[in-house]
């Protein structure tokens, strides 16, 4: 939906305060970028967005692994959506999964090298994309106001009640 469509906007459900605007352009605009994102890096490495996210957090990770736990959480899964996930990847040997050392009744996730071949080509498309869709649209100062404003609103929805 654009601002010039005014039939369509007339019909608008989510509201017509600043906020409510705002709400449904961050809400379309996110899904529209992770749609083109998802399908771009899915036609070039065969890795979903959500795959490619979870490689991307155990190679920053010390050691390149994490707790699933820890995992789940810092990728806002359910434990049966990681746990999927992870066999998916480890099935392709991306990431192998194994009893945590320091606590045997966990199990965590450790990037493989076939991981980390797959994660570094990945990355360059990824990162590729992100400098056709997302730079071209702000300057320096937009970046920095709007990482204030998510950081702002990550904060809200992490004090809020579930």
């Not at 654009?2 to 007339?10: F, G, H, L, W, Y």
């Not at 083109?36 to 890795?47: F, I, P, S």
Request: proline share 4%; hydrophobic share 40%.
């Amino acid at each position: 939906m654009t601002p010039a469509e005014p039939s369509i906007r007339k019909r608008d459900l989510t509201g017509f305060s600043p906020k409510a605007r705002a709400w449904r352009a961050f809400f379309e605009t996110s899904a529209l970028i992770s749609d083109r994102m998802e399908k771009r890096l899915h036609a070039v490495t065969g890795l979903k967005l959500a795959e490619y996210n979870l490689l991307l957090l155990l190679a920053e990770a010390p050691d390149h692994q994490l707790r699933m736990g820890e995992l789940a959480d810092r990728m806002v899964f359910s434990p049966s959506r990681l746990s999927y996930q992870a066999k998916s990847l480890a099935k392709r040997g991306l990431i192998e999964r194994c009893i945590d050392e320091n606590d045997k009744r966990g199990m965590t996730a450790q990037l493989t090298e076939e991981g980390r071949r797959v994660f570094a080509a990945a990355s360059a498309v990824h990162a590729q994309h992100i400098k056709q869709l997302f730079h071209p649209a702000l300057d320096d100062a937009q970046a920095e106001q709007l990482q204030g404003i998510c950081e702002q609103i990550h904060q809200t929805v992490e004090q809020a009640e579930d």
